[in-house]
């Protein structure tokens, strides 16, 4: 009889631990969900914002600033260096910042943010309508909250109350600097493009005349020109040369523009310096590409006339 009320004790003894710690769980990760920042993190109207400061976790000041329709990126490092950034992108980061969905309110003790992640190793982000700054965030610690799902722990700069939002900030906010880049060298949609012009070490243009290609006048062979096209309109570059002064590339020693049937036109340039070839693209303000022999950009713009003919 005295083993039976034991037992019977030591169950409900379980019971009451696995209760509270299923409890815990589902407070964890449970809570304030929805599509719109909960309460404690203001709402951020991300019509107006025009400049990002970053800081990423362990690294320097990113500033990324809005220059009418275009943004541009000063690189860390102290060197002033701005250079185009791919706008979808930057765009994608604001809207990933004013659709933050909190799953919960996860602690409000200043002496628990070194285990969030939140101390002196998070990553801070400001973002500002004009002047005035709008929205300030630290980034810590992410941790999947299931197969499907992953969580990020932030808070606002001023406060202490620390939230565990839905998402993988990291995989945004804490990438390497190319990811934030331009690095498409042309528009696609050859299908509107009208001419391509080449200049430097071969003269020559490419002219539509209705679905052929010619060279003063000649029909280019269909299957090399489409295999040209292709290679060109999705051709890509992440080997960025930022050691080199943009002012001092000297004159072109190939050049190419492209027009297309509503005027839109586009210039990409190769530079020779010492072993180095270097291509821009007016796509890209300030950001300087390197060809080499894994990645050979400079045969994959200027083929040359006799590979098209």
Not at 81 to 104: D, F, H, Q
Not at 116 to 142: H, V
Not at 210 to 220: A, F, S
Request: neutral net charge; charged residues 25%; proline residues 3%.
């Amino acid at each position: 009889m005295l083993f039976a009320k034991l037992g019977n004790r030591l169950y409900i003894l379980l019971a009451i631990v696995l209760v509270i710690t299923v409890g815990g769980i589902l407070l964890k990760y449970s809570g304030s969900e929805g599509s719109e920042t909960g309460a404690g993190i203001p709402a951020l109207d991300s019509t107006g914002i025009n400049r990002i400061e970053m800081i990423p976790k362990g690294g320097c000041l990113v500033v990324f600033e809005k220059t009418g329709e275009e943004w541009l990126i000063t690189l860390p490092g102290g060197s002033g260096k701005k250079v185009s950034a791919e706008g979808t992108k930057i765009t994608s980061m604001i809207s990933t910042i004013a659709e933050l969905k909190v799953i919960n309110l996860v602690s409000r003790k200043k002496e628990d943010l070194a285990g969030f992640g939140l101390d002196t190793g998070a990553t801070s982000l400001k973002l500002f309508s004009g002047e005035q700054s709008e929205f300030e965030l630290l980034i810590g610690k992410s941790e999947m909250l299931s197969p499907q799902e992953m969580g990020t722990y932030v808070k606002m700069v001023n406060a202490d109350d620390v939230y565990l939002v839905s998402g993988f900030l990291d995989l945004m906010f804490n990438s390497d600097m190319t990811l934030y880049r331009q690095t498409q060298l042309t528009f696609g949609g050859s299908e509107s493009w009208q001419e391509i012009d080449f200049k430097g070490n071969e003269n020559f243009t490419l002219k539509r005349n209705v679905t052929d290609w010619v060279i003063e006048g000649k029909k280019v062979d269909s299957a090399k020109i489409s295999e040209y096209l292709n290679q060109l309109t999705t051709l890509e570059a992440r080997n960025f040369a930022d050691d080199i002064d943009p002012a001092k590339l000297g004159v072109p020693k190939s050049h190419l523009k492209v027009k297309t049937v509503s005027g839109r036109e586009f210039e990409i340039s190769a530079y020779f310096s010492g072993t180095d070839t270097l291509i821009t693209s007016s796509l890209g303000k300030g950001n300087i590409y390197r060809s080499t022999k894994e990645v050979p950009l400079y045969f994959k713009i200027f083929p040359g006339k006799r590979k098209l003919e």
